[in-house]
């Protein structure tokens, strides 16, 4: 419970709809998808920038940790108020403040979902590229917390590729403004990628101008099985080394075809080693000669089932199966761990082979997913977390896989972020230096260490 | 002339070939492309990381200003060494480490000029997308500090889109590592946004993991003219709304072309009031479906004259005319100021006719340059800096459309970077708080200022 003086100041602010502190509303912002829980003392929902300039005041005069919230989808943690203080959740500011096609931008509030987004731009012909699994329900003042990824961003890039521009309410309240409304903008040093992907740990943002792009006349879609992982990842370099960079390619693993065909029975292989989803698009004509490559190019690499969508009905089909992967995991056991480890393309069969080594050494379940064109993999490991024992083996399996990233020039995350999951393990891809250097950014940018306190620095 | 003490403990690291300090070599390294000069007082060519972090080393425990250069084509006066001191010269570090087309990365040291990592990605069909005009001279270093842009930057994005992974020497002489070979990586800040576009104020990047892709089968290249500049503009916004994003469209004025003609006799359209030279790219079918659609798109806007690139000798002589721009105009006067100002892509015309408007307000002559696909556009003025009297009149006319730029929701830089040139002018796009906060970092990040002091921040 906050302070009865803290409170009271904040509630100068926001009306009594609006500042929540019963243990029964408290509950439900506590958690989001990872496996940490903590309690705020506060939640409070701002209409403002200047209600949450407001409310950063108060709680730097009293150093009381602020953590934002935008849907809660996270899956590493990054929402979780872990050591209290007052939760601002932005579902109040959820406005679309201008669309504009023509200058190829669109002005959104932090509390915005991912697919409004979408839906306000399609009347246009136009589009937001990134699109995390959470597209449906995450905001995108969290995508921009967490520089959130997707399929589609291997032909069109993360979340930061998008942000021309950005309000962020600092530690102290003050309100700051860079970037623009232009595609092209060297002015100053580029602060929106020091805010998109710090995971709320140095300014809160209040608005953002981003980029947006007309949307293709024509998507295709190929479904691909392959007998050796190998050649599966082989297919993915041979096809961008052709000079195709596809929309998505989404791999999975044999575990994982199995078990998706185990609940939803879509007729997948169950004998392949590894599959690829490929989409691609643009103009027609542009699509049909790079799937007719693409095609060439999985043969070669010894494809034994090529199946290209023949309806958006097909397509739909397809793309279920590769969504589902995360859903069938988690019914396996009362909890589920996935992780995004990422590893240079060509080392994606070797780090599949070792995550499935290490979870078999450790007696764990585990099925592969990945973004297979930016070596973005998703290992995800059913559990139970009530099972100390078995926790301690994921726990340890996870360590490793860590550390078998490392070893092949990999990273801890490719668009999950670190949050509470990860900041033990920055030292296996950093050196103390850079890890110092981190914390003098925070320490310079957040004095009081306020925002979103207990974090990876 | 440094510090005896601070010259040999310098010379310690590097042998007398690496360090100059006689008046009439220090002289070549006074000045960039911009109009302001300063001597340093030594000029230091490290061949390794560890001696940069020596040479910081001594000059952070002296507080000795460090300026950092490459090849020395910066036209706002970003290597100028305002505060003397010394400049390292990144010319013996100039190796390309790795090149790794499968992972889609190349690994260099910043001395590297940017066509040579051009040359070294062809024989592998890859290559770097961001062309700065100067990119037959320019370093891979430079580039960065800068965030460099260039024509094809409008479909292929800007220098910061294509950095994995940076080496970075602080004030403190730290050396840092951050990024990685993963095209996604999402791992602690991103740090390489803060160094890449900082203008070497916080940081000296001694290494940088560069993204490459594959380089596309066909190029199209078409030349339009059109008797009215908002039809100019419009065709541009036209093309992208109906899902085409070409590599380049390079608008020039009427003043540019008539000037070009008078020099280079390449049968431009001396009547027209607006140009574009639009490229595509990709696969052969895609282009030809592609440049249809462009020239419909260019003839609903009343174009009067359509010519498309039949060979390589016939594009060469479009890019020609585009590229003889600032050498033409630089030939009219001895000095010649090159700007760069941004605007929104619908609000070209308008800038135009604000530029053209002012600088006739002055007395003065002003051809136009436009990357007109992302609004960035490159008055140039040709004048004598010799002439007080005009040189005043230069500077009241750039006071006056950096105002206009910000007035049309534009900024001062979009890929030139703020400099000498521009630091006065931050406060018409920034408010106070942001420019303290950009001080802030610096602060915390170089507490003496000795990175590249006097510049932005």
Redesign the interface.
């Known amino acids: 419970m906050l302070d009865t003086q803290v409170k009271n100041e904040l509630m100068t602010i926001v009306d009594t709809g609006r500042y929540l502190d019963r243990p029964e509303e408290l509950a439900c912002y506590a958690y989001d998808a990872f496996v940490v829980e903590a309690l705020p003392d506060a939640v409070i929902f701002p209409e403002t920038t200047q209600e949450v300039s407001d409310i950063v005041k108060i709680a730097s005069r009293y150093k009381v940790p602020v953590t934002c919230r935008g849907a809660g989808t996270s899956v590493c943690g990054a929402p979780i108020p872990l050591r209290h203080g007052i939760v601002i959740c932005f579902s109040k500011m959820d406005k679309i403040i201008d669309v ?6 669109i002005i959104v509030q932090p509390g915005v979902v991912n697919v409004d987004v979408q839906k306000a731009l399609a009347p246009f ?1 136009f589009f937001y590229p990134p699109d995390p699994g959470s597209m449906n329900t995450a905001t995108i003042g969290g995508n921009m917390a ?2 959130a ?1 997707g399929p589609r ?1 291997l032909k069109y ?2 979340t ?2 998008y942000v021309l521009g950005m309000e962020v309410v ?1 530690a102290s309240g ?5 970037g ?15 805010f ?3 995971e709320g740990t ?1 300014g809160i943002i209040t608005e953002a101008i981003l980029k947006v ?5 024509t998507v295709k879609t190929l479904m691909v099985t392959f007998d050796d992982l190998d050649n599966t990842a082989k297919a993915v ?1 041979d096809i ?6 596809p929309v998505a390619m989404e791999l999975m693993d044999k575990l994982t075809l199995n078990t998706i065909e185990d609940v939803a029975n879509l007729g997948l292989d169950r004998e392949a080693q590894g599959s690829l989803l490929i989409e691609i698009d ?5 699509c ?3 799937m007719t ?1 693409i095609i060439e190019k999985v043969k070669e690499n010894g494809a034994i089932h090529v199946q290209e969508a023949k309806s958006e009905v097909e397509r739909e089909r397809l793309w279920t199966a590769r969504r589902s992967a995360y859903g069938v995991f988690a019914k396996l056991a009362p909890d589920i761990v996935s992780e995004d480890v ?6 994606v069969p070797a780090m599949i082979r070792k995550i499935i080594e290490i979870t078999e050494k450790y007696g764990l379940k585990v099925g592969v997913l990945a ?1 297979a ?4 993999m998703h290992p995800m490991i059913p559990a139970n977390k009530a099972d100390k024992e078995e926790w301690q083996r994921v726990e340890r399996a996870f360590d490793e896989i860590f550390q078998a990233a490392a070893a092949l ?10 949050g509470l999951a ?1 900041s033990d393990y ?1 030292p296996l ?3 103390k ?6 914390k ?2 925070k ?3 957040d004095p009081d260490g306020i925002l979103n306190p207990g974090k ?2």
């Open positions: 504009n096609t023509r200058d190829r931008y012909g967490m520089n990824g961003c890039g993360v930061i590729d600092l003050d309100i700051i403004r860079f623009s409304k232009n595609i092209k903008d060297v002015t100053g040093y580029k602060l929106s990628s020091l998109c992907g710090s140095l792009r007309p949307l293709p006349e370099t961008i080394g052709s000079g195709i960079i643009g103009v027609k004509e542009a049909e000669r790079e490559l990422t590893v240079p393309v060509s080392k973004h064109g930016d070596g973005n020039d990999g990273t801890l995350s490719g668009e999950h972020g670190i990860k920055l891809v950093m050196n230096q850079t890890i110092d250097f981190m003098k950014i320490q310079a940018v990876f620095v």
